[in-house]
């Protein structure tokens, strides 16, 4: 069975906001990988650059350590995102 995607084809709705959200922190994506991996997380900066770019699905657990980085809640992290 396939797994689903977005109506335009993507396979996660927060690969824009994710990236929106790590440029206003002026964090590159190692940047980023590095804080999370200080948190607890191993999320290097290739998973970053692939859910940024729609090419890989996020986990629960991603979506979580995103949430916690940023100081948002889910919605938020999904916000005007297209399904």
């Known amino acids: 069975m396939p797994k689903p995607r977005t ?3 993507n396979k996660n709705m927060i690969g ?3 990236m ?3 440029q ?6 190692r940047d980023l990988a590095r804080e999370l991996q200080l948190i607890g ?3 290097d900066r290739n998973v970053i650059t692939r859910i ?3 090419q890989r ?11 916690q980085i940023f100081h948002v ?11």
């Open 7 to 9: 109506s335009n084809g």
């Open 16 to 18: 824009k906001n994710l």
């Open 20 to 22: 929106r959200l790590r």
């Open 24 to 29: 206003n922190r002026e964090l590159s994506q």
């Open 41 to 43: 997380y191993d999320i």
């Open 52 to 54: 940024e770019t729609n």
């Open 57 to 67: 699905y996020v986990t629960d657990i991603e979506i979580l350590a995103f949430c």
């Open 73 to 83: 809640t889910f919605e938020d992290l999904i916000k005007d995102a297209q399904v």
